[in-house]
T-cell receptor
Framework: DQQVKQNSPSLSVQEGRISILNCDYTNSMFDYFLWYKKYPAEGPTFLISISSIKDKNEDGRFTVFLNKSAKHLSLHIVPSQPGDSAVYFCAASEYGNKLVFGAGTILRVKS | EPEVTQTPSHQVTQMGQEVILRCVPISNHLYFYWYRQILGQKVEFLVSFYNNEISEKSEIFDDQFSVERPDGSNFTLKIRSTKLEDSAMYFC????????????FGQGTRLTVV
């Protein structure tokens, strides 16, 4: 079941620069998308979400962009900080049903 | 800040034994979930629970699994006869107004079946 794909297993970025994490989905019925951050041995922490009726949502250093025609969303972190180093999961849901997660992208922010 | 609490943080059990994983969701939330993550794999949905009944379950959630909300605060996942392949991190989550909208996750219980 590959409804949500994060094709980059890892990303390395210099502190202060922009981190861009990408996510693709195949199910056109998904109407809500979320990004979670996860540290080892901890649960996923909610970061930011976007409804399918929007194409952008911003919260501080985090911005999520949604391109419905391409079935693609991305998370931008500006500026990146060493504390942002973690695994980032993209997730999607259909009419409030279960979350379907991507495989995650490991972000390393170098100082 | 309200949070989802899970106990124990780590459980080791013998194959064939029953385990109960416990969760205290955020107090005013209405929807409760269990997810699991086998080492190196994706976070997978197991079950959702609303209004004292299961609202959705995955194919993973077979007859060996059950969930219960025995009182107003706890939400439990029982695995009746554990198998080696049940070894995973189990995450409880809850959300407020609408299912899965901004679901908040607990720290997880690492279940090791030996």
């Amino acid at each position: 079941d590959q409804q949500v794909k994060q094709n980059s297993p890892s990303l390395s970025v210099q502190e202060g620069r922009i981190s861009i994490l990408n996510c693709d989905y195949t199910n056109s019925m998904f109407d809500y998308f979320l990004w979670y951050k996860k540290y080892p041995a901890e649960g996923p922490t909610f970061l930011i979400s976007i409804s399918s009726i929007k194409d952008k949502n911003e919260d501080g250093r985090f911005t999520v962009f949604l391109n419905k025609s391409a079935k693609h969303l991305s998370l931008h972190i500006v500026p990146s900080q060493p504390g942002d180093s973690a695994v980032y999961f993209c997730a999607a849901s259909e009419y409030g049903n279960k979350l379907v997660f991507g495989a995650g992208t490991i972000l390393r922010v170098k100082s | 800040e309200p949070e989802v609490t899970q106990t124990p943080s780590h459980q080791v059990t013998q194959m064939g034994q029953e385990v109960i994983l416990r969760c205290v969701p955020i107090s005013n939330h209405l929807y409760f979930y269990w997810y699991r993550q086998i080492l190196g794999q994706k976070v997978e949905f197991l079950v959702s629970f609303y209004n004292n009944e299961i609202s959705e379950k995955s194919e993973i959630f077979d007859d060996q699994f059950s969930v219960e909300r025995p009182d107003g605060s706890n939400f439990t996942l029982k695995i009746r006869s554990t198998k080696l392949e049940d070894s995973a991190m189990y995450f409880c989550a809850s959300s407020g107004i609408f299912m899965n909208t901004e679901a908040f996750f607990g720290q997880g219980t690492r279940l090791t079946v030996v």
